[in-house]
């Protein structure tokens, strides 16, 4: 497994990985297009992937401006060994380096965010 900064030639994968989920599932795959995904990777905040034999396998995306975790994924054959844990610490210790102080949570579009940390 290496994790990473993800690059902008990363999006095409991170999008397979976030339409392959089986928990908050888009209900339209073209409502979060690769030009979001460059927006929240490099121009509001950072994303990074976890790679195993050049496949991304799982990622995640700060969002500075909003104050929020914008994406958290794994690709459902790779849950449950530690990716996801390993790709919230890498972000959340960026996050609160930049000297943010709180951050939130949404899970679906128009609901309530909850405190994350």
Known sequence: MTFREAKIEDIKQIQVVRNSVKENMLSNPDL???EDCEEFLFERGKGWVCEIEDQIVGFAIA???ENNIWALFVHPEFEGIGIGS??????LDWYFENGKENVWLGTAPNTRAEKFY
Do not use: A, G, R, Y
């Open 32 to 34: 979060v297009t690769d």
């Open 63 to 65: 969002d500075l401006k």
């Open 86 to 91: 390993k790709l919230q610490n890498i972000m």
